[in-house]
């Protein structure tokens, strides 16, 4: 069950969420590049709009100072000016640097304050105009100045000559300040975001579906596996890493039921395998402890079944014991100059009166010698489990057929018996731990071990151990590098 707090921190929400933040993170910065970049440009375009406009205002100021015109009339003109040119103008007393006017009036009646050397502002006109920015916590600080002032006058402390002009102008401009570009921004800003947002709300919905959905079915067959179905199969037709892991995924499920048939399955056997030898067991031992036998040679009899049942019970614990111990990577060799043609002849020799009583024919191929580096037992053991597999498993009048040989650096042992019942697609099966083909055609049944206990040993040693079809004859071929 989905709950609301779970839908809140979900990967999907997450996924949205991130595209949202990543379009919030993308127009700040860049809005802040831009606002970087454009600031010294917006302030070299105001400048260029007012020197533009100060030749019109500066010459008919000064007519009108010739002229004589009262204060009044200069102050009006100042303000007409400004509107008319969209410039801020300061009318400045040359005396002693006070603000006469101010077409934003908040400079008025303060003193302006000027730099000890001027910046030379377009200096290819024909007036050469001068900027500076006041001091910090002087009047207009705020401020790129912008004059026409005469070169000669340097200071408010000197006295202007007899008949000069009372005042000057002095056009300013605002310093662009960060601030006030993020607030002719953000107009902007806000429709990028109101465009974009949605944008990106919608684009992450698709893409977090695309790639939620195919976790979604991973969650659910998880589930399914939690309560022990393995019939999943999660299929996604997509080649990226999600696409990977749920294949990956369907693949474990297999396995592990497989797994679990498997494990099913020897419960099942070795139930089976252990019933029948227990039982025998309880009922001769219960028959000796009754008194149940008539003579002496009963006893012996009822104890050679004991015995041989005990061997049986032993042999099968040896074996679950033995492919524990390959599993784990516990097993170690006793490396020794092993003769194979003297091991493949000893057991032979033990199998050969089971197949002569059941008309099985042997036929043995060893050629000369051939020795390799391992440990004898375990060999013996591999190879041992092969020739019992095919004695179990030949018919009546069938041919089992051993060759040893040398090929390629390797020593091949080949074991070959007459199988007309079996398939190609079993024969990847039948190194499987527990599997074990139909029990009727097996004679001396089994545990279902051999094989896959043979297999492991070869491999240890470094080998290889394959099963083919061959003309109607399943051959194994165990392969040990002889260098």
């Excluded at 007519?63 to 103008?89: K, M, N, T, W």
């Excluded at 202007?160 to 002095?170: D, H, I, N, Q, T």
């Excluded at 008194?291 to 009963?298: I, K």
């Excluded at 092993?338 to 032979?348: H, N, R």
Aim: hydrophobic share 45%; proline share 4%.
């Amino acid at each position: 069950m989905v709950t609301a707090g779970s839908a809140l921190f979900s990967l999907q929400s997450k996924l949205i969420a991130a595209f949202v933040l990543v379009v919030l993170v993308a127009l700040v910065v860049a809005g802040s590049i831009f606002v970087v970049s454009r600031r010294d440009e917006q302030e070299e375009q105001k400048l260029d709009h007012v020197i533009a406009a100060s030749p019109a205002i500066y010459t008919e100021f000064s007519f009108l100072q010739r002229r004589g015109d009262p204060p009044s009339v200069l102050a009006e003109y100042v303000q007409l000016a400004g509107d008319a040119h969209d410039v801020r103008i300061l009318l400045v007393h040359r005396t002693d640097g006070t603000i006469a006017d101010d077409t934003e009036s908040s400079l008025a009646g303060e003193r302006l304050v000027l730099p000890d050397e001027f910046e030379v502002a377009r200096p290819g006109v024909f007036r050469p105009y001068v900027s500076w920015r006041p001091e910090s916590g002087t009047a207009g600080s705020d401020l790129i100045l912008v004059s026409a002032m005469p070169s000669r006058i340097r200071d408010f402390d000197n006295v202007p000559p007899r008949g000069a002009e009372p005042y000057w102008l002095v056009l300013a401009v605002p310093e662009t300040s960060v601030t006030r570009a993020w607030l002719g921004l953000l107009p902007g800003l806000g429709i990028a975001t109101a465009i974009a947002l949605p944008a990106a709300v919608l684009l992450g919905i698709l893409v977090a579906q695309y790639i939620t959905r195919p976790l979604h079915h991973l969650t659910l067959a998880s589930q399914r596996m939690a309560e022990g179905k393995f019939d999943v199969d999660v299929s996604v037709d997509r080649g990226d890493e999600v696409g990977r892991l749920a294949r990956a995924f369907s693949l474990m499920a297999r396995r592990v039921g497989e797994t679990h048939d498997q494990m099913r399955g020897l419960i099942a056997n070795v139930s089976h395998d252990l019933k029948t030898p227990l039982t025998s067991i309880l009922g001769f031992s219960q028959a000796l402890r009754d008194g149940g036998a008539a003579d002496d040679a009963e006893v012996r009899r009822m104890g050679s079944v004991i015995h041989d049942e005990a061997a049986r019970l032993s042999t099968r614990l040896n074996d679950l014991l033995l492919l524990s111990e390959l599993e784990s990577g516990e097993a170690l060799l006793q490396r020794d100059e092993v003769d194979l043609k003297k091991l493949v002849a000893s057991v032979i020799d033990r199998i050969e009166p089971d197949a002569t009583a059941r008309h099985v024919r042997l036929h043995t191929e060893l050629d000369g010698e051939v020795t390799v580096s391992a440990d004898g037992a375990k060999l013996e053991r591999a190879i041992e489990n092969l020739l019992d597999n095919a004695r179990k498993y030949t018919p009546e009048r069938g041919v089992l057929r051993t060759r040893l040989y040398h090929e390629n650096g390797h020593a091949c042992i080949e074991v070959a018996n007459t199988a007309p019942d079996i398939a190609e697609e079993e024969l990847p099966r039948l190194f499987e731990r527990f599997y074990r083909r139909d029990r009727a055609r097996a004679q001396g049944g089994g545990s279902g071990l051999g094989l896959s206990i043979a297999r492991e040993l070869v491999e240890l040693h470094g080998g290889t151990l394959d099963a083919a079809l061959r003309d109607g004859q399943l051959v194994f071929t165990l392969r040990l590098a002889t260098s």
